[in-house]
Structure formats: structure tokens, C-alpha cells
């Protein structure tokens, strides 16, 4: 059974970081391009970043520059190092992991707040 489990959300104000993490189990990780996405209240949800098996990452523009996504192949986990956080990432940040030919897993999400 594949599971993915994040942590490192809260609160945090304006210019402040946190790091996400997102722990997978059940699968064979190093194979599979993982990813964050976020979901704002009213919004879609959106890609914020991946990463493939290769290592080859990906940041979408509106976090470009501010977050970083890495994996640590040994521990099974993806990482979202978030800096100069701003009011509009606040979201319900979600895992997953999909390959070619298997279906696409998702996490529970974690809340992130920024706000004054």
C-alpha cells in the first residue's frame, strides 16, 4: 500500500521560511518523479514543483527563486524548502508521486499560513 505522509507546515508571517517534507513508503521512490502542489481556498489546485528520478527539477514561475524542491532517494522524501514566504502561498500543500504506467499518489496535504 503506498503512502505519503507530509509534515513541516504552520503558521509563519510575511518573509519567513519553512520546509516541507513528505515521506513515501510502498513504492519503489527512486523511480518515481515526485511533486508538491498547492490549493488555495476558491482556487484550483496548481503544480508547484517536481523533481524526476533523474533529479531534474521543476519550479513554476510564482516560486521561482523563493522555494526548492530536492529528494533524498535513501530516506524516501521529498523536500520544499519555502522561503520569503507571502500571504498568497497560503495553501493546503500536497505530495505525490506518479510514473509512466502507474497511477498517480497523493498525500493527505498540509496546511501553510502566512500570514501577519
Known amino acids: 500500500q503506498v503512502q505519503l505522509g507530509e509534515s513541516g507546515g504552520g503558521e509563519v508571517q510575511p518573509g519567513g521560511s519553512l520546509r516541507l517534507s513528505c515521506v513515501a513508503s510502498?513504492?519503489?521512490?527512486?523511480?518515481?518523479?515526485m511533486a508538491w502542489y498547492r490549493q488555495a481556498p476558491g482556487k484550483q489546485r496548481e503544480l508547484v514543483a517536481s523533481?524526476?528520478?533523474?533529479?531534474?527539477?521543476y519550479h513554476a514561475y510564482s516560486v521561482k527563486g523563493r522555494f526548492t524542491i530536492s529528494r533524498d532517494n535513501l530516506e524516501n522524501t521529498v523536500y520544499l524548502q519555502m522561503m520569503n514566504l507571502k500571504p498568497e502561498d497560503t495553501a493546503v500543500y500536497y505530495c505525490?508521486?506518479?510514473?509512466?504506467?502507474?497511477?498517480?499518489?497523493w498525500g493527505r496535504g498540509i496546511l501553510v499560513t502566512v500570514s501577519s
Open positions: 510502498g513504492l519503489m521512490f527512486s523511480l518515481y518523479t
Open positions: 505525490s508521486a506518479e510514473r509512466t504506467g502507474d497511477v498517480k499518489y
Open positions: 523533481i524526476t528520478s533523474s533529479f531534474s527539477p
